[in-house]
Every structure is written in structure tokens, then in C-alpha cells.
């Protein structure tokens, strides 16, 4: 049995942190990457775990945001119910693969978790960050898995979907319309009526991963969200002559 883990910290995206001038002008918040990429085999198959995750420095927020990132990487690498420190999920992940071995020796393939994370939209008001993640523990075929992160910028603390939808009741409006036009859902058919999507009794919702890329407001509805494994991602960006005041940019 081979054990390889590489912990590195790769080199930081932005310039790097600054200390407060003597003026006393405020540190500026600055991201780098951390990393941890770990390999256990049993036989010839192997468990791979593969994490990438944005780190703050330089200023009074940084240690918030870090905190609710450890947190997110952590669930991401979660899986079963049992919530617990990144490192002891990393233990339960491979402890887990080797009892899975252990009891069936026979069994084809190994196992993956791959998640990473990003700044994805910086503003005065906004700071979102990005993760995906794909896993394949056995089974049919591999799950994958994005999801946001919005902070304050100026003080680290995290924003809710009440301060970061400003109007959802309007939103909703216009992501059910791009949602039709993606699915060419005909005119004059609801979406109940269509039958290919998952809709509880009050109907059309939003998407859990919502949040701010490239520039633009998305929503991210993952397989069986909204509709089988087979339908995939449905991905709906607004621009912000769409949405407007709708969110907050």
C-alpha cells in the first residue's frame, strides 16, 4: 500500500498582503491559494482527494472569510451526515475506502473527491467566491457539486440570501422565463405540465447555488435539483442591465 500526501501552498494570486502604512491607511484584502492533495491504494486501486481553496490575508476580515471557507471545503469533502473538522474527514474519507476494500476485495475502481475554489466577483459592496466539486465513491457514474460563498468586503462577514437578493419575488420572475427558454418549454404549457422537472407544490424556486462570476448573476440548479442526472447543469446568467437593483452588486 502507497501513501502519498502533498501539502503546498501555492504561490498568492493578488499582490502580496500589505501591513498598514503608517498613515494609517487599512490593510488591503488580498487572496492566495492553499492546497491538499492526498493518495491512499489498496491493491491496484487508489482513493484520491484533490482540494484548492482561496486563503485572505492583509486585512481585519481575512480571518472571517477564512473561517467560513474551512467550513465550506470541509462539507465538501463530507460524506455521510457526520459533521466534523476537515482533517478528520480527510481520515474518515480514506478509512473508509480501506474498510470498503477490506470487506470487498474484488471490487472495480477506486475513489475521487476533486473540489476547488475561486474569487469569482470582487466589488466595493460584493466578494463571491466559486466551488466545484466532483466525487465518484462507486456507483453508476460520478456527482458533482457547485456552490457560492458571498462576504462583506469590508468586514469579512458573511451575506445571507436576504442581503444578497434584494428583491426575490422579482428574480424568480425572470428566472422562470430564462429557465422556459433554456428548456424550450412550449408557450402555454407550465412546467408541471412539461413533466421533465422536479417541482415541489409552490412550484418554480431558485436554485441553491446562486451567486455572482464573470461578471454576471447566475443560477446553478445541479442534477436532480430540478430534473434528472441526464438533464445535467442548468445554468442561467443575468447581466446587470437585467437584474438591476434585483441583487446586490
Not at 422565463?177 to 412539461?194: I, M, P, Q, Y
Not at 413533466?195 to 448573476?217: C, H, I, V
Not at 446553478?220 to 442561467?236: D, F, H
Request: charged content about 25%.
Amino acid at each position: 500500500m502507497r501513501y502519498l500526501i502533498v501539502f503546498c501552498l501555492m504561490a498568492t494570486l493578488s499582490c502580496a498582503q500589505r501591513s498598514q502604512t503608517t498613515s494609517g491607511e487599512k490593510a488591503e484584502l488580498s487572496f492566495g491559494l492553499d492546497s491538499l492533495v492526498k493518495e491512499v491504494c489498496a491493491g491496484e486501486n487508489c482513493a484520491n482527494l484533490r482540494l484548492v481553496w482561496p486563503v485572505a490575508s492583509g486585512a481585519d476580515g481575512a480571518d472571517q472569510i477564512n473561517r467560513a471557507v474551512s467550513e465550506q471545503v470541509a462539507f465538501l469533502v463530507q460524506t455521510g451526515e457526520t459533521v466534523a473538522p476537515l482533517d478528520s474527514l480527510v481520515k474518515d474519507y480514506f478509512a473508509s475506502f480501506e474498510s470498503f476494500k477490506a470487506d470487498f476485495p474484488d471490487a472495480p475502481g477506486g475513489w475521487e473527491i476533486n473540489a476547488e475554489g475561486e474569487v469569482s466577483y470582487r466589488s466595493d459592496s460584493t466578494l463571491s467566491l466559486f466551488f466545484t466539486q466532483s466525487s465518484y465513491l462507486g456507483g453508476a457514474h460520478p456527482n458533482s457539486f457547485v456552490s457560492f460563498l458571498h462576504f462583506d468586503p469590508a468586514t469579512g462577514e458573511v451575506l445571507g440570501e436576504d442581503r444578497l437578493i434584494l428583491d426575490e419575488r422579482a428574480l424568480a420572475s425572470l428566472a422562470e422565463k430564462k429557465f422556459r427558454d433554456v428548456h424550450e418549454v412550449a408557450e402555454g404549457v407550465s412546467l408541471e405540465e412539461d413533466g421533465r422537472f422536479f417541482l415541489p407544490e409552490t412550484g418554480f424556486f431558485l436554485s441553491n447555488a446562486k451567486g455572482f462570476k464573470d461578471g454576471k448573476f447566475w443560477l446553478i440548479y445541479v442534477p436532480y435539483e430540478i430534473g434528472s442526472y441526464a438533464m445535467g447543469y442548468t445554468e442561467l446568467e443575468f447581466t446587470r442591465e437585467e437584474l438591476g437593483d434585483i441583487v446586490r452588486w
